[in-house]
């Protein structure tokens, strides 16, 4: 049994990636160069989303036997990457905005942790997945990524906070009914001014959710996020503005969304 999928959204700046992330293309003629490999692998590139804005890269390598048991071996991972970040959230993942060493007992991996969980805290981001195992890391000068898992699923983040370019990445293999909760709650924990949506899953995945904002209509995928508005009062919405899905490797479904600031709501 086979299964290799990765996938990443088009760089902002592609020639200053190293070889061989110069584009999508090259990074498939290095795979394709390692023919044993890929003789094994039999996998295929697919881009979703359009060329002329943010779209998203990803390889397939589906060879996997499923179970008969119904609901066994459904499986889904969910993205969210969000771009201009609030501000007042941003500012969080300042590494100098915290105390250093606190005492001369604390050494420098203790002000590391406490300050990875302050961080953690202070964004709110420990409620965006309760009960897990949670390992936070923050950086200097600037920056924050989290790893944690529950039960048999995995939570990971990253965030990067510099102005201009700000960005924050959550992503999980949770699997659920309906991830209208989930996503409100990310979306509002960052206040971006647009992100975009990612999912891949088997059909039985797919069949599984009830509450999936990729699938709805243009109208329905709106997500109207309280507390988003500037002063946290009154409410934000976000509307999807292009979509884009395919099936591949025989039952592996890729889909992707992008959403913007709706000034009708607020």
Same mark, same amino acid.
């Given at each position: 049994t086979i299964f290799i999928a990765t996938a990443r959204k088009n760089f902002n700046f592609p020639s200053d990636q190293q070889f061989p992330h110069g584009?999508?293309?090259?990074?498939?003629?290095?795979?394709?160069?390692?023919?044993?490999?890929?003789?094994?692998?039999?996998?295929n590139g697919y881009t979703l989303g359009p060329i002329t804005s943010d779209h998203w890269f990803v390889f397939v390598a589906d060879k996997t036997i499923r179970s008969q048991v119904p609901?066994?071996?459904?499986?889904?991972?969910?993205?969210?990457?969000?771009?201009?970040?609030?501000?007042?959230?941003a500012d969080i993942f300042q590494y100098d905005r915290y105390e250093g060493k606190k005492s001369k007992k604390e050494t420098d991996g203790d002000a590391v942790k406490r300050i990875s969980l302050e961080q953690t805290k202070a964004a709110g981001i420990d409620s965006l997945c309760p009960g897990s195992i949670l390992d936070s890391r923050a950086f200097e000068p600037c920056g924050y990524s989290m790893n944690a898992i529950l039960d048999q699923s995995y939570y990971t983040m990253h965030i990067t906070p510099e102005q201009g370019s700000s960005y924050a990445s959550?992503?999980?293999n949770q699997k659920l009914l309906s991830y209208t909760d989930l996503i409100h709650n990310v979306v509002r924990t960052f /206040?971006?001014?647009? #992100?975009?949506?990612?999912?891949?899953? *088997?059909?039985?995945?797919?069949?599984e959710i009830k509450g999936n904002p990729l699938v709805c209509s243009s109208a329905s995928s709106r997500i109207v996020v309280?507390?988003?508005?500037?002063?946290?009062?009154?409410?934000?919405?976000? /509307?999807?503005?292009? #979509?884009a899905?395919?099936?591949?490797? *025989?039952?592996?479904?890729?889909?992707?969304?992008?959403?913007?600031?709706?000034?009708?709501?607020?």
């Amino acid at each position: 049994t086979i299964f290799i999928a990765t996938a990443r959204k088009n760089f902002n700046f592609p020639s200053d990636q190293q070889f061989p992330h110069g584009s999508f293309d090259q990074e498939l003629d290095y795979l394709y160069s390692h023919r044993k490999l890929c003789q094994k692998l039999d996998g295929n590139g697919y881009t979703l989303g359009p060329i002329t804005s943010d779209h998203w890269f990803v390889f397939v390598a589906d060879k996997t036997i499923r179970s008969q048991v119904p609901h066994l071996d459904n499986d889904r991972v969910l993205n969210i990457m969000m771009f201009d970040i609030d501000p007042s959230i941003a500012d969080i993942f300042q590494y100098d905005r915290y105390e250093g060493k606190k005492s001369k007992k604390e050494t420098d991996g203790d002000a590391v942790k406490r300050i990875s969980l302050e961080q953690t805290k202070a964004a709110g981001i420990d409620s965006l997945c309760p009960g897990s195992i949670l390992d936070s890391r923050a950086f200097e000068p600037c920056g924050y990524s989290m790893n944690a898992i529950l039960d048999q699923s995995y939570y990971t983040m990253h965030i990067t906070p510099e102005q201009g370019s700000s960005y924050a990445s959550f992503e999980t293999n949770q699997k659920l009914l309906s991830y209208t909760d989930l996503i409100h709650n990310v979306v509002r924990t960052f /206040k971006p001014k647009r #992100f975009v949506m990612t999912l891949m899953a *088997d059909e039985g995945g797919i069949l599984e959710i009830k509450g999936n904002p990729l699938v709805c209509s243009s109208a329905s995928s709106r997500i109207v996020v309280p507390g988003c508005a500037e002063g946290n009062k009154g409410e934000t919405g976000y /509307k999807r503005i292009n #979509f884009a899905s395919i099936q591949v490797e *025989d039952d592996c479904c890729c889909m992707m969304g992008k959403w913007v600031i709706d000034k009708d709501v607020g």
